[in-house]
């Protein structure tokens, strides 16, 4: 059964502080793992990292994929009030219609 | 960029009734879209894959006559929960593959059955 893995399920920090984010998956056909970040409504996209690019970058948040592992992280660093939020991993696979398989997710606090 | 439109945003209705969700590619075709299910602190459930002009795949434990989906055209995908219960209350998110690795999301469904 394919399987997505985050932890910490949930995060408590002080504004500034970083923090480290993991996933693991055990899937068939691995295509591209994919970050999110959730508030109210649907995600929003953060990062997708493939095979050919396993580095991401984007202001305070970056992530890394680790295909010898199975795993990546998502790093934020300097965290604000505003990067509250539930983050989502979720991994795309090869099969018919590429479906996303996600994570449980990360509920991160940060606290002023 | 490739947009999915989403209505309604919330809805609620009475025990027994029936709901339809609808999905819109605004500035792209859809081939395939991915229904997910959202109960409250857990993460998104991929309920069902629909494809334009055949039958939607569910996943394990989805009863289809509930949860019926149709995918008549490229850039519309139904949703509809039939004879809903309190149970059935949830946040509904369609999503859509774009390019080669993409994918986009509406911006979901929050329903309440009362």
């Known amino acids: 059964e394919d399987k997505v893995v985050q932890s910490p399920l949930s995060l408590v920090v002080h504004e500034g502080d970083t923090v480290t984010l993991n996933c693991s998956y055990e899937v068939t056909n691995f295509r591209s793992l994919l970050w999110y970040k959730q508030e109210k409504k649907a995600p929003t996209f953060l990062f997708m990292l493939t095979s050919s690019g396993i580095e991401k970058k984007s202001g305070r948040l970056s992530s890394i994929l680790d295909k010898k592992e199975l795993s990546s992280i998502l790093n934020i660093t300097a965290t604000q009030t505003g990067d509250s939020a539930i983050y989502l991993c979720a991994v795309g696979q090869e099969t018919s219609g590429s479906r996303l398989t996600f994570g449980e997710g990360t509920q991160l606090t940060v606290n002023p | 960029g490739a947009v999915v439109s989403q209505h309604p945003s919330w809805v609620i209705c009475k025990s027994g009734t029936s709901v339809k969700i609808e999905c819109r590619s605004l500035?792209?075709?859809?081939?395939?879209m991915f229904w997910y299910r959202q109960f409250p602190k857990q993460s998104l459930m991929l309920m069902a894959t629909?494809?334009?002009?055949?039958?939607?795949?569910?996943e394990q434990g989805v009863e289809k006559d509930k949860f019926l989906i149709n995918h008549a055209s490229l850039t519309l995908s139904t949703l509809t929960v039939t004879s809903a219960h309190p149970e059935d209350s949830s946040f509904y998110i369609c999503s859509a593959r774009v390019g080669s690795h993409g994918y986009t999301f509406g911006s979901g469904t929050r329903l309440t059955v009362v």
């Open positions: 500035d792209f075709q859809a081939t395939t």
């Open positions: 629909s494809n334009e002009g055949s039958k939607a795949t569910y």
